[in-house]
């Protein structure tokens, strides 16, 4: 049985829309287009016009490939080449070149098995390309609308009294096959859907086994078993379980599906539900009713804890809830476009999640929290002005070996002529070795107000900026201030 992990998608990157077969295209009679060779099956992405004697170099492959044979010299070379590319059918145009489709092409595209459309001359090629722009676009709404729907059943399957086995359930519905919950150890704890033959079953459990509870390990993995599809994907608990789902096909949106799932399910079995949910609500309300920080926080957990700051996601419901699943913690909340999340010492190190970009404090005591929260929301600021994926507070250094009252007083009198937004604007701008860009990104203001501030600091502090030790000294009073 194959079995490949599966790579994060890119970055940004929108959804394709899904393939359409060859045969939804025959099947439009304003097209008149009739199959001369080969299968009606295939799965056309897009569409290319190319007279070029060979347009290999051209060709990404999947493509219904569209010409009119103005160049066409050797049918059995140039069949070669389309099929080498990896096209997925051909459609010929008579007219003007050819009045028929030469049985030289048509011969060579049955030997090779390449679909060849003819494409009459009342049928443009633009005809031809905008219809199949249409049911690519129709078949992407409607896997919009399936990923939608499933969406909402895991969400409603997951607030019944059993949610578990709900959810599976739910999964195992909307992908037609069966979904199955993997123990650490490779035994099944629950599972929902039809029942599929032993062989499925058997290589559905092994691919689970190839992720496992290794840090940094594939968080997905897909392949074949009993004539079926299968794929695995690993919790976020980190208990080492695993999502099993075994189907006859795989559909574009199945993956998206999977991943609601994956998340729902992290949060359902991850370890601090049961009674510990309790301890934390407790915790919480005794916090809001004044109890010191330290004294919640010691209730949660004996530390030290790590405050992170993420603004990203992919804009869905489930985003902040898949971010703390993956950073294994059930503590955030979102303040507009941000994330904060509070991580316990038994979480594993704060690693770059795909989509998101994050701010990670040092870890701190209780009594500290705050600290924290500032050192996480600048850090936060910092990878968004250098475009890093994730930035760790920095802590140490040459200043901890200053007294920190000596230095938070010479600070105070150093900086007295600053406003706080000068001072800000003046820290953010040392930090970013003196970049007006990213200083003005950083800060969301123009970069205009950056060199106005900055001249201004300048001039109240009777400094020259552009002196290195003078930027050092004001650093380490920004930072000790």
């Not at 569409?47 to 490939?65: F, I, K, N, Q, R």
């Not at 075994?246 to 992290?266: K, N």
């Not at 809001?288 to 804009?315: F, K, M, N, Q, S």
């Not at 604007?425 to 107000?449: E, F, K, M, P, Q």
Request: aromatic share 4%; charged share 20%.
């Amino acid at each position: 049985m194959p079995m490949t992990p599966t790579p994060p998608a890119e970055a940004g990157a929108t959804p394709p829309a899904p393939p359409v077969p060859l045969a939804a295209l025959l099947a439009r009679p304003d097209l008149g287009l009739r199959l001369l060779a080969g299968p009606e099956d295939v799965p056309l992405h897009w569409v290319h016009t190319s007279e070029m004697a060979d347009p290999y170099p051209y060709l990404l492959g999947g493509e219904l490939l569209m010409t009119a044979g103005v160049q066409l010299t050797d049918p059995a070379h140039y069949v070669g080449r389309v099929v080498e590319a990896g096209a997925a059918a051909l459609a010929f145009g008579v007219t003007p070149v050819y009045d028929t489709v030469p049985p030289e092409l048509v011969a060579a595209c049955a030997r090779h098995g390449l679909p060849l459309v003819e494409v009459p001359p009342r049928t443009p090629f633009t005809a031809v390309a905008r219809a199949l722009w249409r049911l690519m676009a129709e078949a992407r709404l409607h896997e919009l609308r399936r990923v939608t729907e499933a969406q909402q059943s895991l969400a409603a399957a997951a607030a019944r009294p059993a949610p578990v086995p709900a959810v599976l359930g739910a999964l195992a519905s909307r992908v037609g096959g069966r979904a199955v919950l993997f123990g650490a150890d490779g035994a099944e704890s629950a599972a929902a859907g039809r029942e599929v033959p032993a062989e499925a079953a058997r290589a559905l459990r092994d691919l689970a086994g190839v992720l496992g509870p290794r840090p940094g390990g594939p968080a997905s993995a897909s392949g074949d078993g009993g004539g079926l599809r299968l794929a695995a994907y690993a919790l976020g608990g980190g208990d080492g379980l695993t999502l099993g789902v075994a189907a006859e096909r795989r559909g574009p949106g199945d993956h998206t599906i999977a991943g609601v799932a994956v998340v729902l399910l992290s949060l359902l079995t991850a370890p601090h539900r049961g009674a510990d949910v309790t301890v934390r609500d407790g915790a919480l309300v005794r916090l809001l009713l004044g109890a010191a920080p330290e004294e919640a926080a010691d209730t949660l957990g004996p530390g030290p804890w790590t405050v992170v700051h993420a603004r990203g996601g992919d804009g869905t419901p489930f985003a902040a809830t898949s971010l703390a699943a993956a950073l294994g913690t059930p503590l955030l909340a979102q303040d507009g476009g941000t994330v904060r999340l509070l991580l316990p010492s038994s979480a594993a190190p704060v690693t770059a999640q795909e989509g998101w970009t994050l701010g990670a404090s040092a870890p701190v005591p209780p009594a500290e929290l705050p600290a924290g929260d500032a050192q996480a929301a600048r850090a936060l600021r910092r990878a968004e002005a250098g475009r890093a994926a994730l930035v760790r507070h920095r802590a140490g250094g040459l200043a901890s070996l200053v007294d920190r009252d000596e230095a938070a007083a010479h600070a105070r009198a150093l900086l007295g002529p600053l406003t706080e937004p000068l001072a800000e604007t003046l820290r953010v701008w040392l930090s970013l070795h003196g970049s007006w860009d990213r200083t003005a990104v950083a800060l969301d203001i123009h970069r205009n107000t950056v060199r106005q501030r900055i001249t201004r600091c300048a001039a109240l502090l009777d400094r020259d900026l552009d002196d290195p030790d003078v930027r050092m000294e004001l650093w380490f009073a920004l930072r000790a201030r």
